[in-house]
């Protein structure tokens, strides 16, 4: 059964640091692209960053970039994310994704909660 498990969410100060895992499990994991996405009350789904099936290639949203830093670790059927500098606007439910080559099989996990407030 195909599995994306999000944790490390949680409460932190304005300023502060969080890292994200999401562990897969019951597909072939390097051969995914990997996305986080984040999705705030009220508000649609949004891109945060991607990173291809071997990590040689990462996209960020400008509202993250410089801050934020997506891995992955294929040998743990892993994916990171490492959110530097954190912000109130940062708070959201933190989704990962996996998806196929012109998205033939698409994954996500149930989210895990990040609030940035003082």
């Known amino acids: 059964q195909v599995q994306l498990v999000e944790s490390g969410g949680g409460l932190v100060q304005p300023g502060g640091s969080l890292r994200l895992s999401c562990a897969a499990s019951?597909?072939?994991?390097?051969?995914?692209?990997l996305r986080w996405y984040r999705q705030a009350p009220g508000k649609e789904r949004e891109l945060v960053a991607r990173?291809?099936?071997?990590?040689?290639?990462?996209h960020y949203a400008d509202s993250v970039k410089g801050r934020f830093t997506i891995s992955r670790d294929n040998a743990k059927n892993t994916v990171y994310l490492q959110m530097n500098s954190l912000k109130p606007e940062d708070t959201a439910v933190y989704y990962c994704?996996?998806?196929?080559?012109?998205?033939?099989?698409?994954?996500w996990g149930q989210g895990t909660q990040v609030t940035v407030s003082s």
């Open positions: 994704n996996a998806i196929t080559i012109a998205t033939i099989n698409d994954y």
């Open positions: 019951g597909f072939t994991f390097s051969v995914y692209t």
């Open positions: 990173i291809t099936n071997t990590g040689d290639s990462t």
